[in-house]
């Protein structure tokens, strides 16, 4: 269990979806990278129900689960809100 405790696995339960959100942003942004990464794939464009379907598998809050993600400029989403998508980077 100690070796858990630096990574995301720390705020998961033992079934893998989210238990707490962390409260400091440096720790919060890691998980919420964790999400994103693990619900959408780069090019990927998901209308808003897939989206929250995904994101049930986390959270049963997938309602504010989707705002951290689009607040932190994790996720994007097209101005109707009709798509959800990763952001380009120049990673």
Same mark, same amino acid.
């Not at 942004?29 to 379907?53: C, I, T, Y």
């Not at 049930?56 to 101005?79: C, G, H, N």
């Given at each position: 269990?100690? #070796?858990?405790?630096?990574?995301?696995?720390?705020?998961?339960? %033992?079934?893998?979806?989210?238990?707490? =959100? /962390?409260?400091?942003?440096?720790?919060?942004?890691?998980?919420?990278?964790?999400?994103?990464? %693990?619900? +959408? %794939?780069?090019? #990927?464009?998901?209308? #808003?129900?897939?989206?929250? #379907?995904? +994101?049930?598998? =986390?959270?049963?809050? =997938?309602?504010?689960?989707?705002? =951290?993600?689009?607040?932190?400029?994790?996720?994007?989403?097209? /101005?109707?809100?009709?798509?959800?998508?990763? /952001?380009?980077?120049?990673?």
């Amino acid at each position: 269990m100690a #070796e858990e405790s630096s990574g995301v696995e720390r705020f998961l339960r %033992k079934d893998g979806r989210i238990d707490r =959100y /962390p409260r400091k942003q440096d720790a919060r942004r890691l998980l919420l990278e964790w999400v994103a990464g %693990k619900v +959408l %794939k780069h090019g #990927e464009r998901l209308d #808003e129900r897939s989206f929250n #379907e995904r +994101l049930s598998e =986390y959270s049963d809050d =997938y309602v504010m689960l989707r705002r =951290y993600l689009v607040d932190a400029q994790l996720v994007e989403r097209t /101005p109707d809100g009709s798509a959800y998508f990763l /952001p380009r980077s120049g990673e």
